[in-house]
């Protein structure tokens, strides 16, 4: 890399202020070198570069507008054996502990439109952050941001494996925008060894690549209605930051960390690259693979992964594969008259996942309760009993279009170390049935319910997983991705609540049937559907130690031709929860009722056994139950709602357990049901029409029938 001659690139190098053009024609030549430092002296080359000295404060701005803690200084840049090295040290000069090196092309190497790479090294450490991006020369549309930022490659040290690719623009510093994405190594960190990052920017149109792949795509339509402000010439920044917004907490110990640039480049023209997926599930198949930009009459060679085969395309650009179980590289080599270059994109492939348990299944009780949504949800039979999803029964919502942000809300007591789906080792799917269009996305959401509220975002948000419908009008098994850790904070223990958001940030109003929503382990089970022997029944069921409000039980192991991985125990019909041990201690009871106990056993397919039952009578010892009505339902008289009549929110008090409570209009259709407790017991009413409704609110058996006028 380090040998390339000095005189061609003389020859390449045309006046270093000049906007560069591209057009259709120049994707199919050769690139065109019109500028590069190749770092071959032994100095800084101050015709290309000019430092910028100090804190910041000389020009108004100290910290350099981001509480940076060093100091530049143009001595912590140094050149030898063809490598820049910005060099982060502790030292203190002036009010400052560190020092570092912050050079720029300005005046000097100015450009609109092109290729614009470099290939660094990152240092490590706690503390930096380095960064490789671009400033307006002129500022033609006011003061940043609204003349724009273009930001190729910055790293915050606390990810190390990770760097970022932004713009930011706005009117003003007070309505400041970005836009952004992230690159993550497959394995190892970006201080390991060189890499190259690189944006092709063009005419309303910015693409982010590291190594030549491409990992982000950003458009003037993208950013609409604010203003798009890079069609004018912009310079380079090098720099190495100690702490500030981005670098965080600094580690004293780490110093000196440097940041080692081999070249930096600006083409004319695009160069060959390379896109798809970098991640696909499990023996995925048809995904597509391409190269861009190659020169014209370039031929083409694709070799793929252990297990992989390629089912179309091979000798042209663009290939599909079937992937099996093995991670590793989809290379294309691309020769022509340029010469022969070869492109690598390593691709990881998941482990399988296997079933584990249902969060939500309305054939069955699973994992999670429905305490609220803002669209209409009703339990309705299979619209389509074929495919991945043959159950009798699902789940109709159809999304609210008055709202942006329409949500689902069940509370679970099922996510036990929620770290597991964000590190993968779990994952959460959903079978759905839509005619919404294709492309659809669907976000789960995972919550602390004692923190999280509708006014804190992103408090109390442990992390959110993204799925999108790839079909119309038949049933889908759709596997959420992880999209984003809003809040760290949130302990991986204290998740409590899901959230199911379709087609979030739009006023949408389509229909959506969904069940089955699971969870699923990669590290063990069988795969689902590949055993269908569930365990036998449990034998030896009985009580103990009964209570007013409890009771414990116990039986004897099932039997199962794999291994039984669990035990699930119902209460009047109800998932109270589940267990690996053979007992199980059952609470939140009504003093003197009576219950139906079923138990049955789990396989590690999924598979359920045949229920084992045992009624228990709870000690009587004040029963809030009044007289039977003439229709045989128990009374509970003691429950009140207020107010009535309600716009808005309904309160239901003297809940002395867990509840359902059922909106009746006059025509007898159910417009919705509620799960209460004593802690959750409100209801919003705010989409209903006005008009008179019942309220038929069960627990353990008893009901209570209430009316309420809606406003």
């Known amino acids: 890399m380090k040998n390339m001659k000095k005189d061609y690139a003389l020859k390449c ?13 120049s994707q199919a030549q050769c690139p065109t070198l019109v500028w590069s430092d190749e770092f071959n002296g032994t100095q800084v080359d101050l015709s290309k570069w000019t430092f910028d000295t100090g804190t910041g404060c000389d020009i108004a701005l100290c910290g350099w507008g981001n509480n940076e803690l060093q100091y530049y200084q143009a001595n912590n840049a140094t050149v030898s054996n063809g490598i820049l090295s910005i060099t982060a040290k502790k030292e203190r000069v002036s009010s400052s502990s560190y020092t570092s090196a912050r050079m720029k092309s300005l005046l000097k190497g100015d450009w609109a439109y092109g290729r614009f790479e470099a290939r660094i090294k990152l240092p490590t450490g706690a503390g930096l952050w380095p960064a490789f991006w671009m400033l307006p020369t002129d500022n033609f549309y006011g003061t940043w941001p609204a003349s724009g930022e273009i930001d190729i490659m910055e790293n915050i040290s606390k990810t190390p494996n990770t760097v970022l690719g932004t713009l930011h623009y706005g009117s003003s510093n007070s309505t400041h925008q970005y836009t952004g994405s992230n690159f993550t190594l497959n394995s190892g960190t970006f201080a390991d060894a060189f890499h190259t990052f690189a944006v092709e920017w063009e005419a309303g ?5 590291v190594d030549d792949v491409l990992y982000q795509t950003v458009t003037s339509s993208d950013i609409s209605p604010n203003n798009w402000p890079f069609d004018k010439r912009f310079f380079f920044i090098l720099n190495l930051a100690v702490g500030g917004n981005l670098g965080g907490t600094v580690d004293a110990s780490i110093f000196p960390q440097s940041m080692q640039v081999d070249y930096v480049r600006v083409y004319a023209s695009n160069a060959a690259t390379i896109s798809g997926p970098r991640e696909v599930v499990n023996q995925a198949s048809n995904i597509t693979y391409a190269v861009a930009n190659a020169p014209s009459g370039s031929s083409f060679s694709w070799t793929v992964p252990t297990g992989a085969t390629i089912v179309s395309g091979q000798e042209t650009s663009s290939i599909k594969v079937n992937f099996g179980s093995a991670s590793g590289n989809v290379s294309a080599t691309v020769t022509s008259g340029c010469g022969t270059k070869q492109l690598n994109e390593y691709v990881a492939v998941q482990l399988p996942y296997f079933y584990q348990f249902s969060f939500v299944n309305f054939d069955s009780s699973g994992y999670a309760e429905l305490t609220s949504s803002t669209g209409a949800l009703t339990v309705v039979s299979n619209p389509s009993a074929s495919g991945v999803n043959t159950s009798a029964l699902s789940a109709k919502y159809i999304r609210s279009s008055a709202e942006q942000y329409d949500l689902i809300n069940y509370k679970t007591s099922g996510i036990k170390d929620a770290s597991k789906y964000s590190t993968k080792a779990k994952k959460f799917y959903i079978d759905v049935y839509t005619a919404a269009p294709i492309g659809t996305q669907l976000i789960l959401q995972l919550e602390n319910s004692s923190v999280a509220t509708s006014a804190n975002y992103p408090a109390g948000r442990h992390s959110r997983y993204v799925g999108t419908t790839t079909v119309q009008n038949q049933w889908q098994r759709i596997a959420f991705e992880l999209l984003d850790v809003p809040d760290a904070t949130t302990s991986n223990t204290a998740v409590d609540k899901i959230i199911l958001l379709f087609a979030s940030n739009t006023f949408t109003g389509d ?13 063990a089970g069988i795969a689902q559907g590949s055993d269908t022997q569930a365990p036998t029944a449990v034998t030896n069921l009985s009580s103990n130690t009964i209570a007013a409000t409890s009771f414990n039980i116990a039986w004897s192991a099932a039997i199962d031709n794999v291994n039984v991985t669990s035990y699930k125990i119902y209460v009047n019909g109800i998932l109270k929860g589940a267990t690996a041990q053979l007992n199980y201690s059952v609470t939140g009871l009504a003093k003197g009722s009576t219950n139906v106990v079923d138990v049955t056993a789990i396989d590690a397919a999924g598979n359920e056994s045949a229920k084992s039952s045992i009624t228990v009578k709870t000690n009587r010892t004040g029963l809030k139950v009044a007289s039977v009505t003439d229709k045989k339902e128990q009374q509970i008289s003691e429950i009140t709602v207020y107010p009535n009549p ?14 359902v409570a059922e909106l009746i209009d006059l025509n007898g259709r159910s417009v919705g049901k509620h799960f209460l407790s004593e802690s959750e017991n409100s209801i919003n009413v705010s989409e209903l029409a006005t008009g008179m409704y019942m309220v038929k609110i069960t627990a353990n058996e008893n009901t209570s029938t209430l009316k309420i006028f809606k406003r």
């Open 13 to 25: 190098l045309f006046t270093a202020v000049f906007l560069l053009s591209l057009s259709n024609k």
């Open 205 to 209: 149109k910015i693409r982010w690549f």
């Open 511 to 523: 229909t959506y049937y969904y069940d089955n929503l699971g969870s699923y382990d990669a590290n």
């Open 646 to 659: 309600v716009s808005e929110v309904l309160i239901v008090n003297n809940l002395s357990d867990n509840a």
